[in-house]
């Protein structure tokens, strides 16, 4: 079974393999299921969460501890004493019992504002997971409008060469004629079935790449990489799109939570500072006692009561540790400051470059659309005239390749302006308010 019959197969086995139980996938549709289901975003709600959940009075250590214990003892002795009246008192066995119960509460009242330093810092570390969440989320929808719109784009490559491939078979059909008439050389319709064949061969390996994109959407979806659904058959852009309205880095996630991190650097560094003040702790408790023995000094003893006091520590010298992390802690600072300006310049530069990238594939596509005009006109009238031998094989050979070329061309500049669009959207956070 040569080319030409297993093709035609293969086309219709693909067709039916994607239409198999396949549903519609809208953009909104995979954007939806992006947001419920990637993986990186699920993990990056979670870290989240956890953020939210530290957040707390207790945990930044502003809240008392209060904890209960209690024992009980049971001892079997043997018992001798003596004592300075001259009693002595000997016995084996002697039975005893203790018991013991308290209720003790322990807060810290003064630790040089330590616990407030401590408390803010929390709430900007669950400011900053919730921008790293929303920069995920920017990225992840990202890849899947980029793949999505992926598909449409080797969808459309694949009619670019299905409408080439009737091109080139009607240009062998026409040379194949001419060769049983006797007007011209076998040559040309060799030549043309050689470039059916190389067409046929590049619209083989494009319905394998359409595949696979297909199941790269699936992965970011996570989901079954088999399961099948179709994509729209065209890309829409977004016509209100402000270049200008897009180069503020500092809407751009990323940034946003790098200068939050520079300010959890700063409250680190007071929480560090802070060790150097004393500490005031109040304490409380509350306690009961029993003890009965059944020969001894004392056969009966019952406490109960509250106890109330407090504890001051003062740190006066630690090995120089204290000094050690202070210093720490402000090169950990200085390090995110930098880190903050580092990521600022990096997003400036990447609009900038995704704003250019955007205005140049704007350009392209206009004369792209311009060209596949000419290149349309240009072929129809090469195939009257090779019908009517006005002109050569090659001639004709030409106009149809310009116009395959500029079929796959157009293809790839709607590709590339929505890729631009979405990279700018990326960048601004406003791919999903």
């Not at 060469?161 to 007007?183: F, M, N």
């Not at 199941?215 to 065209?234: I, W």
């Not at 900038?352 to 596509?365: I, N, T």
Request: glycine content about 4%; aromatic content about 6%.
């Amino acid at each position: 079974m040569n080319l030409k019959q297993i093709l035609p197969f293969v086309i219709f086995l693909v067709a039916f393999t994607s239409c198999l139980h396949a549903q519609k996938l809208t953009v909104q549709d995979a954007i939806e299921i992006c947001l419920e289901k990637n993986f990186d975003i699920v993990l990056a709600r979670t870290d989240s969460a956890i953020a939210k959940r530290n957040n707390t009075i207790g945990n930044a250590g502003m809240l008392p501890s209060i904890s209960v214990n209690a024992g009980v003892n049971y001892g079997l002795n043997n018992l001798h004493q003596k004592y300075t009246n001259g009693t002595e008192i000997n016995r084996n066995g002697v039975n005893s019992l203790n018991a013991n119960a308290s209720a003790n509460l322990n807060w810290t009242l003064f630790d040089g504002l330590k616990m407030f330093f401590a408390k803010k810092r929390l709430s900007m570390q669950e400011s900053f997971s919730t921008l790293l969440l929303k920069d995920r989320v920017q990225a992840s929808v990202a890849d899947v409008l980029n793949s999505y719109f992926g598909i449409v784009q080797q969808k459309q490559n694949v009619a670019a060469y299905q409408e080439a491939l009737k091109l080139a078979e009607e240009r062998l059909k026409i040379a194949t004629s001419k060769v049983e008439l006797g007007v011209t050389s076998k040559t040309d319709a060799l030549q043309a079935r050689v470039d059916v064949n190389a067409i046929k061969s590049g619209l083989l390996k494009q319905l394998v790449l359409l595949e696979n994109t297909k199941q790269t959407l699936n992965t970011l979806l996570a989901r079954n990489v088999e399961t099948p659904f179709e994509v729209e058959d065209s890309i829409v852009f977004n016509n209100e799109l402000s270049v200008q309205s897009l180069q503020e880095i500092n809407n751009n996630f990323a940034v946003q939570a790098a200068n939050v991190q520079a300010q959890i650097s700063k409250q680190l560094l007071k929480e560090t500072q802070a060790l150097r003040s004393p500490v005031i702790v109040g304490n409380a408790a509350y306690s009961y006692n029993y003890s009965k023995s059944a020969a001894g000094f004392s056969l009966f003893n019952q406490q109960n009561g509250l106890t109330l006091g407090a504890t001051l520590a003062f740190p006066i010298f630690n090995g120089l540790n204290l000094n050690r992390q202070v210093k720490i802690a402000k090169m950990n600072t200085l390090q995110a400051e930098t880190n903050t300006e580092q990521i600022k310049l990096q997003v400036s530069l990447l609009q900038k470059k995704a704003a250019r990238e955007f205005e140049l594939a704007a350009d392209v596509l206009k004369l792209e659309e311009e060209n596949i005009g000419y290149a349309r006109e240009n072929v129809m009238i090469a195939t009257e005239r090779f019908k009517l031998s006005q002109s050569t094989s090659i001639e004709f050979r030409e106009a149809q390749k310009s116009y395959e070329d500029a079929l796959l061309r157009l293809v790839s500049a709607r590709y590339d302006l929505k890729k631009a669009e979405t990279e700018l959207l990326r960048l601004s956070g406003k791919i999903v308010q």
